[in-house]
């Protein structure tokens, strides 16, 4: 079983452009996840979506912060325009009912340098 | 709200030796509870998990971890520590209701180091 895809794996940009990172989740699972990992900390939830619909996005700062997922399966996490703050790895990760609450299957991170 | 704490950021033992990493909880509700790693440059993994029935759980690579409601506490051990054990390591907890069914809250994490 193939695991959760993530690409750019590393990005490095300037403050005020923007960036994208992409995810595809194991196949069937209907919950996606997006984290911010910054160095030292926990991951911590942006957005959690069920399928194509927003469950949760209430620690996504919606002023520089968009996501995506438009047919219930890839997702898009977009900064636009990034600053020097958003420097951190942005997890993916996915869930099914079957699972039960909590567990999650992640992928590798996208580590994001803002300079 | 549920929260985590991870008490030491940095935890260094011998190989060989035990491996005691601390978590402490805070949640209004009967918790699940669980110790995920994350290997350099790896996403993180599932470790083990607790969902209200034993009170010790045991996961993968001989590690264990026991619920006690009274101390609040999810603690994470390893008899005998080896080197492929070195990584990070986060103790979360979990909502299991409402629109946010789920969402995990993670702690800080844990740096554990094992020397030869």
């Known amino acids: 079983e193939a695991g959760v895809a993530q690409s750019p794996r590393y990005k490095i940009i300037e403050k005020r452009q923007s960036v994208a990172f992409w995810c595809n989740p194991i196949?069937?699972?209907?919950?996606l996840y997006w984290y911010q990992q910054i160095l030292g900390q926990g991951p911590k939830l942006l957005i959690q979506?069920?399928?194509?619909?927003?469950?949760?996005d209430s620690q996504l700062p919606k002023d520089r912060f968009s996501a995506e997922r438009l047919k219930g399966v890839d997702s898009t996490l977009k900064i636009q325009p990034a600053k020097l703050e958003d420097s951190a790895v942005y997890l993916c990760?996915?869930?099914?009912?079957?699972?039960?609450?909590?567990?999650?299957?992640f992928g590798p991170g996208t580590r994001l340098t803002v300079t | 709200a549920q929260s985590v704490t991870q008490l030491g950021s940095h935890v260094s033992v011998s190989e060989g030796a035990l491996v005691l990493l601390r978590c402490n909880y805070s949640?209004?509700?009967?918790?699940?509870l669980f110790w995920y790693v994350q290997y350099p440059n790896q996403g993180l993994q599932l470790l083990l998990k607790?969902?209200?029935?034993?009170?010790l759980v045991k996961g993968i690579n001989g590690f264990e971890a026991e619920f006690k409601k009274s101390e609040t506490s999810f603690h994470l051990t390893k008899p005998s520590a080896h080197m492929s054990d070195a990584a990070e390591y986060f103790c979360?907890?979990?909502?299991?209701?409402?629109?946010?069914?789920?969402?995990?809250?993670f702690g800080q994490g844990t740096i554990l180091t094992v020397h030869p």
């Open positions: 990760a996915s869930s099914s009912p079957g699972l039960g609450p909590g567990e999650q299957y």
């Open positions: 196949s069937g699972h209907a919950t």
């Open positions: 979506f069920q399928n194509n619909g927003v469950v949760d």
């Open positions: 949640s209004s509700v009967p918790p699940y």
């Open positions: 607790y969902t209200s029935a034993a009170t």
């Open positions: 979360a907890v979990s909502d299991i209701g409402g629109t946010s069914y789920g969402k995990l809250t």
